[in-house]
């Protein structure tokens, strides 16, 4: 059995993407930072038949999640698929005018050391297996920058590069990475950004291994 990692494991698309991977036969390792919520989630997924523990952690503390990802894999098994998916601070979000570079230092911690950290804690083990998956999901500003969201932009841009990288690198050992952009909101009930829709969407970059970069809805939509 192997496991799924979901860094930001939410109610929203960590919690529906823990279900489909589950229903798939992955046991599901929760990481975000609230022990309380994580072990709710890992309960209620539990009495759906779903095999999940929760392993708290603050992506803006890379030695946490280093350490999270350690025991995850200790307790349930090697990490086949990393998904990166925390929620970004809505102050993260400011116009450019007024983003100095100290308000860019959480939003990079957030986006790009918060991802080379997991992704370095995992890679060995996916190797180890001879097979692995990683899943970057993100904004359409990652794609677009927005002049009033200037650190999601500019750090969600990094993040796509190191990703991108990562997809040009890791192709010839078998390792599939791939980016989905949600442009605009999740919304439940959507046609493409329903919760349960976009974990299926990335339940199929899992499985069909193609392409970096894969969008769930239009640009504009
Ligand atoms: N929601 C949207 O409308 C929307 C739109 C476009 C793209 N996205 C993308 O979708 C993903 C999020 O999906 P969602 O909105 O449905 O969220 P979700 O899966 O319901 O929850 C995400 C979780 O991230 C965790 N998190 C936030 N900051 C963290 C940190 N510093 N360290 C560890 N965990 C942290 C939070 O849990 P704790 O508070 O317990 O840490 C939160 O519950 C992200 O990749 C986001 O870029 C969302």
């Given at each position: 059995m192997t496991t799924i990692a979901i860094i930001g494991a939410g109610p929203g698309l960590g919690s529906a993407v823990a279900r489909r991977f589950g229903r798939e036969g992955?046991?599901?390792a929760?990481?975000?930072?609230?022990?309380?919520?994580?072990?709710?989630?890992?309960?209620?997924?539990?009495t759906e038949g779903v095999n999940a523990r929760g392993f708290a952690a603050d992506v803006h503390d890379p030695e946490q999640l280093r350490a999270a990802l350690d025991r995850a894999a200790t307790s349930l098994g090697?990490?086949?698929?990393?998904?990166?998916?925390?929620?970004?601070?809505?102050?993260?979000?400011?116009?450019?005018?007024?983003?100095?570079y100290q308000d860019l230092i959480a939003p990079v911690e957030f986006s790009v050391y918060g991802p080379v950290a997991a992704v370095r804690q995992v890679l060995p083990g996916m190797r180890e297996l001879g097979r692995g998956?990683?899943?970057?999901?993100?904004?359409?500003?990652?794609?677009?920058?927005?002049?009033?969201r200037a650190g999601t932009s500019i750090a969600f841009a990094a993040e796509s590069a190191y990703a991108r990288l990562l997809h040009d690198t890791l192709v010839a050992e078998g390792i599939?990475?791939?980016?989905?952009?949600i442009p605009g909101a999740i919304v439940p009930g959507h046609e493409r950004?329903?919760?349960?829709?976009?974990?299926?969407?990335?339940?199929?970059?899992?499985?069909?291994?193609?392409?970096?970069?894969?969008?769930?809805?239009?640009?504009?939509?």
């Open positions: 992955f046991d599901v929760l990481v975000a930072r609230d022990a309380a919520r994580l072990d709710a989630l890992a309960d209620a997924l539990g090697p990490v086949e698929v990393l998904q990166y998916s925390p929620l970004p601070r809505w102050d993260f979000m400011r116009p450019v005018l007024e983003t100095t998956t990683i899943l970057f999901v993100n904004g359409g500003t990652a794609v677009v920058p927005h002049p009033d599939h990475v791939a980016q989905l952009v950004k329903d919760p349960d829709v976009l974990a299926g969407t990335l339940w199929e970059l899992h499985r069909d291994r193609h392409g970096f970069r894969h969008f769930a809805d239009d640009l504009d939509g």
